[in-house]
T-cell receptor, first 113, second 112 residues
Framework: EAGVTQSPTHLIKTRGQQATLRCSPISGHTSVYWYQQALGLGLQFLLWYDEGEERNRGNFPPRFSGRQFPNYSSELNVNALELEDSALYLC????????????FGPGTRLTVL | GENVEQHPSTLSVQEGDSAVIKCTYSDSASNYFPWYKQELGKRPQLIIDIRSNVGEKKDQRIAVTLNKTAKHFSLHITETQPEDSAVYFCAASGSNTGKLIFGQGTTLQVKP
């Protein structure tokens, strides 16, 4: 069974630009989660999508947004990039409902210059 | 606010020794507590988890204990091996929030 996949592996942008990160969940999983792993700050929850709807949001500004498609894949968009947005962005997926086990993808390394 | 404190930040043990990592959470509504292992340059990997209706869970050399009254949970690794060297993260989640609140991580080094 294929795991969670993310693309691209690396992304380099300049300040003020927009970044789009993509995630494909494990087959059968309907929930997708996004986390930011910045150096020295651990993993911070960004967003949770389930059945196409945003279910919960972490303490991040509105320029962090996303969506989930009918096939349950997801996209994270970061607008007006700032230097401090440089981080590893991890996507996780889980079965919907009351299941909580989250399985992570390899991440997208975003560098903002 | 919601917070998970994890200790120690670094841990060095000899191969064959045991390792214990401790976490404390603040939100009493938390009911799910997973542990992840992250090797350098790799994705976090779920190694064990425990739910609030259980006090202890074991899986081979790994065990997790939960004290809901004290809001503490711990990871125990016995007979450590060099391949156990990694960063370990604890996390806590409340019912139907989807959000995992992570500790800051523990870098475990197992010396051969």
């Amino acid at each position: 069974e294929a795991g969670v996949t993310q693309s691209p592996t690396h992304l380099i942008k300049t300040r003020g630009q927009q970044a789009t990160l993509r995630c494909s969940p494990i087959s059968g999983h309907t929930s997708v989660y996004w986390y930011q792993q910045a150096l020295g700050l651990g993993l911070q929850f960004l967003l949770w999508y389930d059945e196409g709807e945003e279910r919960n949001r972490g303490n991040f500004p509105p320029r962090f947004s996303g969506r989930q498609f009918p096939n349950y894949s997801s996209e994270l968009n970061v607008n007006a990039l700032e230097l401090e947005d440089s981080a590893l962005y991890l996507c996780a997926s889980s079965l919907g409902g009351t299941y909580n086990e989250q399985f992570f993808g390899p991440g997208t390394r975003l560098t903002v210059l | 606010g919601e917070n998970v404190e994890q200790h120690p930040s670094t841990l060095s043990v000899q191969e064959g020794d045991s390792a214990v990592i401790k976490c404390t959470y603040s939100d009493s509504a938390s009911n799910y507590f997973p542990w992840y292992k992250q090797e350098l340059g790799k994705r976090p990997q779920l190694i064990i988890d425990i739910r609030s209706n259980v006090g202890e869970k074991k899986d081979q050399r790994i065990a997790v204990t939960l004290n809901k009254t004290a809001k503490h949970f711990s990871l125990h690794i016995t007979e450590t091996q060099p391949e156990d060297s990694a960063v370990y993260f604890c996390a806590a989640s409340g019912s139907n929030t989807g959000k995992l609140i992570f500790g800051q991580g523990t870098t475990l080094q197992v010396k051969p």
